[in-house]
């Protein structure tokens, strides 16, 4: 499968931004979806999950209650909706996909296995 993410840009803190991941290759249904961001000067991290139904859900504690990922089955497409955006969620945000996963969602990085390039999000306070 390939990844394409899409929908980075500058945003006032405070602001949303909604982050597109569209697939090729394969359909998205086979794949635990997520989504990573790495900070300048910092290991990349996980935000986000969607397991193979987009049944289930999980995200890092910084982002519950602010971001939500969704998959839209048709468009073979994953988002990560972002509302009130802080100065410390600027990164480079990736979408990965893992396809055999130990657990239904996971959000272990080395378990996904197809990386889409980065979309950079900077929010100024």
């Known amino acids: 499968v390939q990844l394409q993410a899409s929908g980075g840009g500058l945003v006032e803190a405070g602001g949303s931004l909604r982050l597109s991941c569209a697939a090729s290759g394969r359909t998205i249904g086979s794949y635990v979806m997520g989504w990573f961001r790495q900070a300048p000067g910092k290991e990349r991290g996980f935000v986000a999950a969607?397991?193979?139904?987009?049944?289930?859900?999980k995200y890092a504690d910084s982002v519950e209650g602010r971001f939500t990922i969704s998959r839209d089955s048709a468009k073979n497409t994953v988002y990560l909706q972002m509302n009130s955006l802080k100065p410390e969620d600027t990164a480079q945000y990736y979408c990965?996909?893992?396809?055999?996963?130990?657990?239904?969602?996971?959000?272990?990085?080395?378990?996904?296995?197809?990386w889409g390039r980065g979309t950079q999000v900077t929010v100024s306070s």
């Open positions: 969607i397991s193979k139904s987009g049944r289930s859900t």
């Open positions: 990965a996909a893992a396809a055999s996963p130990i657990m239904p969602i996971t959000t272990t990085e080395y378990e996904y296995s197809f």
